[in-house]
């Protein structure tokens, strides 16, 4: 080998190194995080998952957990998908304090559009043969002379 070939070769050395640093063992580092996550995972535990949903755990598998989002609402979620174990400091309002006494509008105090029973009858509410009677005889195309 030349005295060329030694720089070039403790360059390569250098980033494998700085590869192996840079990425291969904070990459590990998350795994291991995530295995220890998933396996402190129990029944009322609170989590939050990938996509930023908050629950609580009520039921856990072997590949899934079952998450109760909202009383009475419950959620099937890869274990995978939990990314952390969430305390009260992570949310704005936990779910103990979310209480249902805020008003809500009614119906008729909304600004809907008109359904179509405020608009009158329609082409369905009136049959063919009513159509020939109001038109008058041999305008119905349907009727057959």
Do not use: C, W
């Not at 039921?59 to 419950?74: D, N, T």
């Amino acid at each position: 080998m030349s005295a060329n070939s030694f720089p070039t070769l403790g360059l390569i050395a250098l980033m494998a190194v700085a590869f192996y640093f840079l990425i291969m063992r904070p990459q590990r580092k998350r795994q291991q995080e995530m295995q220890r996550t998933m396996s402190a995972l129990t029944p009322g535990t609170r989590v939050m998952t990938g996509s930023g949903v908050f629950g609580t755990v009520t039921a856990i598998g072997e590949k899934q957990a079952v998450l109760e989002i909202s009383p009475g609402v419950e959620l099937t979620v890869l274990k995978a998908a939990v990314t952390r174990v969430v305390g009260p400091a992570d949310e704005d309002h936990p779910a103990e304090e979310l209480v249902e006494d805020s008003p809500r509008p009614s119906p008729y105090d909304l600004d809907l559009p008109p359904t179509a029973a405020d608009l009158g009858p329609n082409a369905t509410d009136v049959t063919p043969s009513e159509r020939a009677q109001e038109k008058g005889p041999g305008t119905d195309p349907s009727a057959k002379e």
